[in-house]
């Protein structure tokens, strides 16, 4: 009896290991996510292939083409025309830039067709409730549309403040069209929308499935946090008071735009509207790109990024600064789980002698996250590079700053999984005055952080160690 229960089971162990070959090698991936999923599947016979039917998948041709084929809307005509108009104001008043600055601006319009934008006026937002406050105050002022795409609502006082006043703007006659991510914000009840539906407003789920817990596509979410207020404001960033997983405050970085850059905000919500509703499209009209009348001082580009892209743009364009840096380069970001080329270029900036400050948080959303945030952050450590674990709140803040000249705010967090499974946006800003204000706002979370030290490192028990190396492992899929 013994034995035919061992012949059975080396008999599933080996259908498993060929089915796990087969599954794995099917689709194109790149090698360090063949092997760990490879790993998953082998180390959990049948149960793997449940997480690889949700988290393994890549999207398909069908939804990649959605997501590429805007031409027809008139969105690509009119980014077409403000390329024209941006390139001939710049002939008329031309801004000298470093060749650094010049090939990060040339990449982004290639690869991603990110227009470059200047004179906006950029205000950096930390403080939860003020930025709330703000964002709602613009909103009550709202007389056309306000286009709103979120990764996560939540049922607190905050989410039904904010659905409460979209649902009398929407009353009143503005146009209100909200995106969420069916992941983000599953913990939401299906009447959280109701009021603002019922008040006349548009609201789609991204990638959206017929049952409610169970998604295919659930891989794929869409990080993306932006707010456009009658075509000449826009936000990025996050609102949310609390985090829903540690019930602290959150400390995330958001930014308040007015100017040309409000543009990019609306192509971009327009492209991700048609991709996720079936229904109710929206085309081209002029008064959803209105002339901006207020300027300030800053250029950017908003570049987005997802697995509809060919190139991680994001990634491309965080090498491109920490290449571009010969100073300093101060990085804060919730989950810091870089693939090989992030890291070596991290470590040969180090080694290079730019001095490199890297914040994440004491102690990230999930343990295996954790782990892999302290795996990294060993190795920039052993080379050389600071690492700070902020304590004080919930850290969801995503910046980069390169010697007081550049620096780049978003959504994109420093992770395998924002270069090439989520829906990302973040904005590269060629402003030294807003750069300076980002460094300040560093400076003064430094006080709230604790360094994260070689004799800490040295200290780590080996179940530690080999717990960081196992999340290491699995980083690719995370």
């Known amino acids: 009896m013994t034995t035919i229960i061992i012949i059975i089971l080396s008999l599933i162990l080996v259908i498993n290991t060929i089915g796990a070959i087969i599954t794995v090698f099917r689709q194109s991936r790149d090698i360090a996510a063949t092997w760990a999923w490879l790993l998953v599947l082998i180390l959990l016979p049948v149960i793997g292939f449940g997480f690889y039917l949700f988290f393994g998948k890549k999207l398909s041709a069908e939804h990649l083409y959605d997501l590429r084929t805007q031409a027809k809307l008139g969105i690509d005509e009119r980014v077409t025309q403000q390329k024209a108009e941006l390139r001939q104001r710049r002939k008329q008043n031309h801004h000298s830039t470093t060749p650094e600055i010049q090939s990060l601006i040339n990449l982004f319009l290639v690869s991603n067709t990110a227009v470059l934008t200047q004179e906006n006026k950029v205000s950096v937002l930390t403080d939860t409730t003020t930025a709330q406050e703000r964002l709602l105050a613009d909103m009550s002022r709202a007389r ?26 929407a009353y009143q006659g503005v146009k209100v069209r909200v995106i969420y991510d069916g992941f983000g914000s599953q913990k939401i009840p299906r009447s959280f929308f109701k009021p603002l539906e019922e008040a006349g407003g548009q609201v789609t789920p991204f990638f959206s499935s017929r049952f409610r817990l169970i998604n295919f596509r659930l891989n794929f979410r869409n990080h993306r946090q932006l707010v456009v207020i009658d075509g000449n404001t826009a936000y990025l960033g996050n609102f949310n008071q609390h985090s829903v997983d540690t019930h602290l405050p959150v400390r995330d970085t958001r930014l308040r735009i007015s100017g040309d850059g409000v543009l990019s905000f609306q192509s971009r919500f327009f492209m991700d509207w048609n991709a996720a509703t079936q229904r109710q499209k929206v085309y081209y009209s002029q008064h959803y790109f209105p002339t901006s009348v207020e300027h300030g001082q800053t250029s950017m580009q908003l570049v987005s990024g997802g697995p509809d892209r060919d190139l991680p743009e994001i990634k491309l364009g965080f090498l491109k600064l920490i290449a571009a840096a010969k100073k300093r380069l101060w990085i804060q970001t919730p989950f810091f789980i870089p693939d090989d080329s992030v890291l070596a270029a991290l470590i040969l900036a180090i080694n290079s002698g730019v001095t490199v400050k890297i914040m994440i948080p004491e102690k990230a959303k999930h343990s295996l996250v954790q782990h892999a945030n302290l795996y990294y952050a060993r190795q920039i450590v052993k080379a050389g ?24 705010v978003g959504t994109a967090n420093l992770d395998i999984r924002s270069f090439k499974l989520n829906f990302e946006t973040t904005s590269f800003l060629y402003d030294p005055a807003l750069t300076n204000t980002l460094e300040l706002t560093f400076q003064r979370d430094l006080k709230a952080s604790v360094p994260l030290t070689k004799q800490q490192l040295n200290a780590q028990t080996t179940n530690q160690r080999l717990s960081q190396d196992l999340a290491r492992l699995l980083a690719p899929i995370l």
């Open 385 to 408: 590079g600071q690492i700070y674990l902020y304590k004080a709140s919930a850290f969801r803040a995503r910046t980069m700053m390169v010697d007081g000249q550049l620096s780049a």
């Open 144 to 169: 056309d549309h306000i286009h709103l795409e979120y990764y996560a609502f939540f049922d607190d006082p905050f989410g039904h403040i904010l659905i409460k006043t979209l649902a009398y703007k």
